[in-house]
């Protein structure tokens, strides 16, 4: 591989004598060019290739071996190489960066969500740019889409935790690609949402097919589209079958929650199935009723939402509904890009099956109950 330094195009090196200097004095040694100087041309000699795979290389772009990626990108690190990232976004009209609005971190479905997002997202030569938005009101949206705007993205994916589209209570700027994560909007928006309702039915008939007469709901907070959700399907796959509808018992989706909703369950022995809203909610449960020496499978079966890789540590494994939020996070990123790309619809829902995996939470309920 030929390196580009004028050293070596000059044999005397820094010894050599100036032809104009009659004292004879040493010429300054010839340097590689600069972090400041090199250029595209300079990686593409050092690195033995085209300035076209350069160019493929620092831009993400596909079709270029491994080999000669890392040649290019040694290349850079030597010359000390930074890709001008404003200049080729004038030329490609797009700055390659997907921005990102949530209202909140603190849920597991929101973290998995904006991971796979990001993973997707890298695979596809952009970067992400999360902003977090603490009051999910019409202004402070307006104003996350203002500063995103300023921040120069491309496009904009929202992760929904409350009901707001649902409600009309917040509006997206219409200029802008959105695409929206758990929200019951897709008569007006591009919508991409695990499978609440299906999954939810599969739990519930799972109890039922095992002989619970009926099954108790530990449901989400009531602002969650998702919990929302969860909790009609409850109600309908119950009033289907034409079983008894419990009293609803709420948390907040934390496990502290799970635990004070499940003293209350802990006590009632009628209470012999509980569908839990997600895993962590499952885990205080799981908590309360062994401190009330309920037995899980025996006494009482348990089935959660998420398949938090903990899930089947719990003691018992929790038999749980897995949402596939690497699925979610890539078909967010392809529905965006082909909204950029004006190749796709302009609303419409897409949904992500849950699928029931079983563990050792869930039995038959004790005989005579």
């Known amino acids: 591989m030929e390196t580009v330094d004028d050293a070596a195009v000059n ?43 350069v160019s493929r290389v620092s831009n993400g772009y596909p079709g270029v071996t491994e080999e000669t990626r890392r040649q290019v990108l040694a290349a850079m690190k030597e010359l000390g190489y930074r890709p001008n ?9 797009e700055f390659r960066t997907i921005g990102v609005i949530t209202f909140s971190l603190s849920t597991t479905g929101n973290v998995r969500t904006l991971e796979a997002i990001a993973n997707s997202a890298a695979r596809e030569g952009y970067a992400v740019t999360l902003l ?16 995103l705007e300023e921040l120069a993205v491309d496009a904009v994916i929202v992760i929904m935790e409350v009901h ?3 409600a ?9 690609q959105v695409v929206v994560v758990d929200s019951d909007a897709g008569d007006r928006y591009t919508v991409v949402d695990t499978d609440q309702h299906g999954g939810t039915r599969a739990a519930v008939r799972h109890l039922l097919d095992l002989g619970h007469r009926t099954v108790w709901h530990l449901a989400g907070p009531g602002d969650s589209f998702a919990a929302q959700r969860r909790t009609d399907a409850w109600r309908a796959a119950l009033t289907e079958a034409g079983r ?43 908590r309360a009723l062994h401190e009330h020496g309920r037995r899980v499978p025996e006494d009482v079966s348990v089935v959660g939402f998420d398949d938090i890789p903990e899930a089947s540590s719990f003691l018992p494994p ?41 563990r050792e939470s869930t039995a038959p309920p004790p005989s005579g109950r």
């Open 11 to 53: 044999p005397g090196g820094p010894a050599a004598a100036t032809a104009g200097d009659g004292r004879g004095t040493a010429a300054p040694a010839p340097r590689r060019r600069t972090r400041a100087t090199a250029s595209m041309a300079d990686v593409a000699r050092l690195a033995g290739v085209s300035a076209q795979t």
């Open 85 to 93: 990232s404003a200049a080729r976004a004038l030329k490609r009209g």
């Open 132 to 147: 977090p938005v603490a009051v999910p009101t019409q202004d402070e949206v307006r104003g996350a889409f203002t500063r």
């Open 164 to 166: 707001l589209l649902d």
């Open 168 to 176: 009309a209570t917040v509006q997206l700027p219409p200029h802008v």
């Open 244 to 286: 008894e509808l419990p009293p609803l018992v709420r948390g907040d989706w934390s496990a502290e929650s799970g635990y004070r909703a499940g003293l209350e369950l802990a006590v009632r022995e009628d209470c012999t199935a509980v569908f839990a809203a997600n895993d962590q909610m499952a885990l205080g449960l799981l």
């Open 318 to 358: 929790l038999t749980t509904l897995h949402q596939d939020f690497a699925e979610v996070g890539r078909l967010c990123v392809q529905a965006v890009l082909r909204k950029m790309r004006q190749e796709g619809p302009e609303r419409g829902t897409t949904l992500v099956p849950a699928r029931l995996v079983l």
